[in-house]
């Protein structure tokens, strides 16, 4: 019932922006992609977007408890050409466009960690606590064509608790070039041995304080996933953007005491004003 509750509000989002009769921005994005913020409107120097965005998603992964939480939006970027050197949040980073076809992203950001009160439940006591840690990410996408209609894309993020990859193909939907639209995203998941039993495992001392069984888990498939992001100017100064995820784990995943849940989800939608 939840993952239809996704695909209708997803439908309902779809159906009532796009038919909107509002002039369409004619700059050309670094990409047309809408997942990727851009906010220079094809001019070089630099650029500022601000605003807020409502999420409803699982407490912690693995997590069968859902919440809301509002979260900044938005970055500071300066562009040169084909090159977006960017700060947004808690990540800094550059994103550059190679051939037409390629687009690389390399960026330092924040594991925001975990703790036990993620769960108010309290499925989460004598697990303890997770500090935030710093992540490096690294990204590419291969475009089929120079339209970015469809493409590959492949993600290492790496950092001092493991390592996991993300491999997959992606469509976009429109003709903008204002890096607006809809695009849709299928994806493998894979992670390390370290990297899984951060999330998901369970050593002797965390299984004697919380009751759970010890649980280790070793390297391999983690998830199998589907993204859909939409972005659209409402003003000429005003976006609204929106964002549906869902994971489905893999079953060593999915035996962990942990994963009360057989999947991650998340909605979210939010507003930018452009500087």
Do not use: C
């Not at 606590?129 to 064509?145: I, N, T």
């Not at 391999?220 to 609204?240: E, M």
Request: proline share 2%; net charge negative.
């Amino acid at each position: 019932m939840k993952k239809l509750n996704y695909l209708l509000f997803i439908i309902f989002i779809h159906s009532f922006l796009f038919p909107a009769a509002l002039a369409q921005e004619t700059a050309k994005a670094l990409v047309p992609l809408p997942s990727v913020d851009d906010f220079s409107r094809g001019e070089d120097g630099w650029s500022l977007g601000l605003g807020l965005g409502v999420e409803y998603e699982t407490a912690y992964e693995g997590s069968d408890e859902f919440g809301l939480e509002i979260q900044p939006a938005g970055a500071l970027q300066w562009r040169s050409g084909d090159d977006v050197f960017f700060f947004a949040g808690e990540a800094l980073g550059w994103r550059g466009v190679r051939a037409n076809t390629w687009l690389l992203e390399a960026l330092v950001g924040f594991d925001e960690g975990r703790k036990e009160s993620d769960s108010d439940d309290g499925r989460l006591f004598g697990l303890g606590e997770q500090d935030e840690g710093a992540e490096l990410v690294l990204q590419a996408r291969r475009a089929f064509d120079s339209d970015w209609r469809y493409w590959l894309v492949g993600r290492v993020v790496t950092g001092g608790d493991g390592n996991l990859g993300l491999f997959g193909v992606g469509r976009r939907f429109g003709d903008q070039i204002d890096g607006t639209g809809s695009e849709l995203n299928f994806v493998v998941v894979v992670h390390d041995s370290e990297y899984a039993n951060k999330g998901f495992g369970i050593d002797s001392a965390q299984a004697t304080l919380s009751g759970l069984n010890e649980t280790r888990l070793s390297g391999g498939l983690r998830s199998i996933g589907i993204d859909y992001n939409l972005r659209h100017y409402v003003h000429q100064n005003w976006q609204i953007y929106g964002e549906a995820l869902f994971e489905y784990f893999s079953s060593e995943v999915r035996d962990s005491p942990i994963a009360r849940s057989n999947y991650e989800a998340e909605i979210g939608i939010g507003f930018i004003y452009l500087f």
